[in-house]
Antibody
Framework: EVHLVESGGGLVQPGRSLRLSCAAS????????MGWVRRAPGKGLEWIGF??????????DYGTSVKGRFLISRDDSKSIVYLQMTSLKTEDTGLYYC????????????????????????WGQGTPVTVSS | DIQMTQSPSSMSASVGDRVMITCRSS??????LAWYQHKPGKAPELLIY???GVQSGVPSRFSGSGSGTTFTLTIDSLQPDDFATYFC?????????FGGGTTVEMK
């Protein structure tokens, strides 16, 4: 059974940093892209970003509001995906979910295989982040 | 970023009703749309991917349709467990943006 367990959330001041972790089990972690999604209080879901499997280069992509401030990485030996958040803002407050991502594969003009998000088929329970002074 | 607009934003329905939720994209996204169900205090669940593909384990009363810029999630014969908020998400291009959500409440 797939399990995703987030940790590391808490109260942090604006401008500071925080690292979230997501421990995965129940599937072959290395073979999947992994992502993060958040939901701010009273608002909808927002895609934070995802990291591809090493088979597809292990690169990451990010949402517009967090690009340049957040970094997603993975440790396949431990089945953990991380979300390093820097320069935090009050609007980053929310419940942060770890996701296992299905991807769609296409070919680049050079013939390389590209892996891009299709849907998040499993989600963790979330870890809360509050950015406030 | 591609903008996703859901309608209605909320609705009241009764058990047994047929519920239809619409999602529109600001540009053509082909078939690249997913639907999720989210209940308070629980993790969101994937219902539909690629517009019409039903995720394993999802009851057959859930179905998706549409392509291009207009998509529909249909729940045939609404059950008590279906009162929740539903989100669409485009997967045509990065970032994969979500709609604002549709809350289905008990009438």
């Amino acid at each position: 059974e797939v399990h995703l367990v987030e940790s590391g959330g808490g109260l942090v001041q604006p401008g500071r940093s925080l690292r979230l972790s997501c421990a995965a089990s129940g599937f072959s972690f290395a073979g999947y892209a992994m992502g993060w999604v958040r939901r701010a209080p009273g608002k909808g879901l927002e895609w934070i970003g995802f990291v591809r499997s090493k088979h597809y280069g292990g690169s990451a992509d990010y949402g517009t509001s967090v690009k340049g401030r957040f970094l997603i990485s993975r440790d396949d030996s431990k089945s953990i995906v991380y979300l390093q958040m820097t320069s935090l803002k009050t609007e980053d407050t929310g419940l942060y979910y770890c996701t296992r991502d299905l991807t769609k594969i296409s070919a680049s003009p050079s013939g390389a295989s590209l892996s891009d998000p299709l849907a998040a088929d499993f989600w963790g329970q979330g870890t809360p982040v509050t950015v406030s002074s | 970023d591609i903008q996703m607009t859901q309608s209605p934003s909320s609705m009241s329905a009764s058990v047994g009703d047929r519920v239809m939720i619409t999602c529109r994209s600001s540009q053509n996204i082909g078939k690249w749309l997913a639907w999720y169900q989210h209940k308070p205090g629980k993790a969101p669940e994937l219902l539909i991917y690629a517009a019409t593909g039903v995720q394993s384990g999802v009851p057959s009363r859930f179905s998706g349709s549409g392509s291009g810029t207009t998509f529909t999630l249909t729940i045939d014969s609404l059950q008590p467990d279906d009162f929740a908020t539903y989100f669409c998400q485009q997967a045509h291009s990065i970032p994969p943006t979500f709609g604002g959500g549709t809350t289905v409440e008990m009438k």
